[in-house]
């Protein structure tokens, strides 16, 4: 879909002073929070509307005051995508009793 934004130039002038240059991702990302925020678009297709990760998608929402408020049909999508098997590995791994134990001590392990 390509939508068409007619605004005199004076305006579009002071939206890129106040707002920065690229007023079609600043409509965009508009558009998009106010459909998450009434429930019309999932944090899928509102990461997708911007061209962004899900993570990305929830940490703009937060910068704006809302935060997820996932069904259990999302979150065990996200539970089950390969960035969330991922994310759990890695804090596995980080919290792992010998990982913890080289980071904490200078000598070696008994």
Not at 14 to 32: F, H, K, N, S
Not at 68 to 86: C, H, I, K, M, N
Not at 97 to 102: A, H, I, Q, T
Request: net charge negative; proline share 5%; charged share 25%.
């Amino acid at each position: 879909m390509h939508l068409d934004l007619n605004i005199s130039k004076p305006i579009e002038e002071v939206l890129q002073r106040e707002l920065g240059d690229d007023l079609e991702l600043i409509t965009r990302e508009a558009l998009a929070v106010e459909a998450y925020r009434k429930g019309s678009l999932s944090l899928g297709q509102f990461a997708e509307m911007l061209d962004i990760t899900t993570d990305e998608a929830d940490g703009l929402l937060k910068k704006r005051g809302i935060y997820l408020d996932l069904t259990l049909p999302e979150l065990q999508e996200d539970v089950a995508s390969p960035t969330a098997a991922a994310r759990f590995a890695k804090s596995r791994a980080a919290s792992s009793p010998s990982s913890l134990r080289s980071h904490y001590s200078t000598s070696p392990a008994p």
